[in-house]
């Protein structure tokens, strides 16, 4: 018989989820408002950057507001309270995702300065930073939600 889904579980599978739909609800919003209309716009490192520096708090205050919603929900609705203290196996699953974590994104800060090394546009660079930023959160998520299955 399988085991119910902890609570780390859980958690670990909201951020991926939120991750993703943050990624892709604001790649189509900038999209659809900015660069369809205008491609040439992202050679203009201005707009880049700027895209770039509402994108990150804009994730930080979703997920935020998602964890509380799911610490709720999860309250009034499984009956579960979050876990009161983490154990060793918890910290030891947080320090090997973080290491898987920033491994990936290490790869695509090399990446990025490689294109700009082989005189690829700005936007290439900004693009590289951003993908590996999200290709890491995701992967630690997907790395916990591995270890809380299988073990450490």
Not at 15 to 31: C, G, K
Not at 73 to 85: G, L, M, Q, T, W
Request: glycine share 4%; hydrophobic share 50%; proline share 4%.
């Amino acid at each position: 018989m399988k085991e119910p889904i902890s609570y780390q579980e859980k958690q670990s599978i909201l951020s991926l989820v939120n991750t993703v739909l943050i990624l892709v609800i604001y790649s189509l919003y900038v999209y659809n408002r900015y660069i369809s209309h205008s491609p040439e716009i992202l050679h203009d490192m201005k707009f880049l950057g700027k895209a770039f520096l509402i994108l990150i708090p804009f994730t930080v205050v979703v997920q935020v507001v998602m964890h509380i919603l799911f610490v709720i929900f999860n309250k009034v609705i499984a009956r579960e309270d979050p876990p009161e203290k983490e154990d060793e196996m918890d910290k030891l699953i947080e320090l090997k995702s973080i290491r898987l974590s920033h491994w990936v994104f290490i790869v695509g800060f090399f990446l990025a300065m490689t294109s700009q090394a082989m005189g690829m546009a700005p936007y290439v660079m900004f693009l590289s930073f951003v993908v590996s930023g999200f290709l890491a959160g995701m992967l630690s998520d997907i790395a916990k939600i591995w270890y809380y299955r299988k073990g450490v």
